[in-house]
Each structure stands twice: as structure tokens, then as C-alpha cells.
């Protein structure tokens, strides 16, 4: 059973920090590519960062709209993954899921299939 269960959000303002951490325990996914999805009012659901670790480092992908503010990164020892979101803006603000792949084949964030129980965040003045 897929365990991915988030942590860490909340409302900040623009301009703002938040870190979302995940706990992941359970099988039936890859623990080798795991990464966030976000879900924000009036969109789908859409992956915006990817950890793969599956060659012994750590290779990172993330979406346009997050690249150089949001940082990914896993503690393997701790079953940990986490989210660094830096400079959040409103169009931000959303619902934040841990994911992960089940599939073999390439790792990205927007090849996820499971994924847990989300963290709301909210960016706003």
C-alpha cells in the first residue's frame, strides 16, 4: 500500500517561504522517483518537480513555473522528501501532493501516478 502523506503548508504572503516535507512508507511505487504535484483553482492537476535517484545521485527536474524557486530534495535514510518554495507568488496557491512513479522508464514530474493526501498553501496579502 502507497504511503505518501505531506506536511508543511500553510499561508504566507508574497514573497514568502514555506518547506513541505513528505513521509513515504508503504510498496507498489518507486522510491527512486518520487516528486510534488499541485493542483490550483481552475487547473488540473500537474507535476512541477522530480527527484531521481535511481543512479546513486540525485538528478532534479522542475516545471517552468517553479524553476529557481522551489528546490526538491529527498533524505532517503529518513524516507523523507521535501519542497523548498522560495519567492511564492498567489498563482501559487494551491493543493500540494507527494507523489510517485509505479512504472519503470523515465522519471518526471509529469509521469507521476500515485500520489497521497494533500497540504494546502496559500499565497496572499
Known amino acids: 500500500q502507497v504511503q505518501l502523506v505531506p506536511s508543511g503548508g500553510g499561508s504566507v504572503q508574497p514573497g514568502g517561504s514555506l518547506r513541505l516535507s513528505c513521509e513515504y512508507s508503504g510498496d507498489g511505487y518507486r522510491r527512486d522517483c518520487l516528486g510534488w504535484v499541485r493542483q490550483t483553482p481552475g487547473k488540473e492537476r500537474e507535476g512541477i518537480a522530480a527527484?531521481?535517484?535511481?543512479?546513486?545521485?540525485?538528478?532534479?527536474y522542475y516545471d517552468d513555473s517553479v524553476m529557481g524557486r522551489f528546490t526538491i530534495s529527498q533524505d532517503a535514510a529518513k524516507n523523507m522528501v521535501y519542497l523548498e518554495m522560495n519567492n511564492l507568488k498567489p498563482e501559487d496557491t494551491g493543493e500540494y501532493y507527494c507523489?510517485?512513479?509505479?512504472?519503470?522508464?523515465?522519471?518526471?514530474?509529469?509521469?507521476?501516478?500515485?500520489w497521497g493526501q494533500g497540504t494546502q498553501v496559500t499565497v496572499s496579502s
Open positions: 507523489a510517485a512513479k509505479k512504472t519503470s522508464g523515465y522519471c518526471h514530474y509529469k509521469y507521476f501516478e500515485v
Open positions: 527527484i531521481f535517484t535511481g543512479h546513486g545521485g540525485a538528478s532534479k
